[in-house]
């Protein structure tokens, strides 16, 4: 009798290699989706810590802080992210005592080199120690949205992939009215960083 070869044939393990393929395939997707939701996850609650901070400082000031920090106080820079760097700013603020946020490190930048005359950084007392106007970024690396109802249908410059582009405030689309209309609007341009306003993936507050 002859012997058997033992082994795989070559259609065997082309067939085997296709279903590794597969199975990778759709593990690679898998985890895609769990670091998209994560994000997302990440996003949703930043967002809530800082209408937390926002409305605390709103307690103290009787307001909240402004939609740019370039209509109130000197200020060298662009105009880029004004509202982030304005909400940061002020919840850094130690004017009342205490800072109005617990600022997560990685988070924060100043990407565009913006600056605050020193003179307001002394008036404001904020917990930095220095004159840079920080971003508050999303889990994404781009800078969160902030609008002052009192500035909802003004149009502003948000940076987007590295590239400013104009944003104004979000709007129902049931309604056409302003979500948030008495107090104030964050949002995140979301996993694929492009800003529509809140809609589409963006993640906001509402």
Do not use: C
């Not at 082309?14 to 990440?42: D, P, T, Y």
């Not at 002020?90 to 020193?118: C, T, V």
């Not at 996993?191 to 963006?202: A, L, R, S, T």
């Amino acid at each position: 009798m002859g012997n058997k070869q033992s082994g795989f044939t070559l259609v065997e393990l082309l067939v085997v290699i296709a279903i590794i393929g597969i199975l990778a395939g759709m593990g690679s997707q898998m985890m895609g989706f769990s670091i998209r939701k994560g994000g997302i996850s990440a996003a949703e609650s930043e967002i809530q810590r800082l209408t937390l901070g926002v409305e605390s400082f709103q307690l103290d000031y009787g307001d909240f802080p402004p939609s740019s920090m370039e209509d109130e106080y000197e200020v060298t820079g662009n105009r880029l992210d004004s509202g982030n760097e304005s909400m940061v700013a002020h919840l850094a603020s130690r004017a009342r005592g205490r800072s109005y946020f617990e600022f997560k490190e990685e988070y924060l930048d100043n990407l565009d080199s913006d600056i605050l005359a020193n003179d307001m950084v002394e008036q404001m007392s904020w917990l930095f120690g220095d004159n840079q106007l920080r971003e508050y970024l999303d889990p994404w690396g781009n800078p969160y949205v902030y609008i002052h109802n009192r500035d909802y249908g003004r149009e502003f410059s948000v940076s987007q992939e590295g590239v400013p582009v104009m944003v104004t405030s979000g709007t129902s689309t049931k309604t056409s009215t302003f979500h948030e209309p008495i107090r104030f609007q964050i949002w995140s341009a979301g996993p694929d960083g492009i800003h529509e306003n809140g809609k589409g993936d963006d993640v906001s507050q509402w």
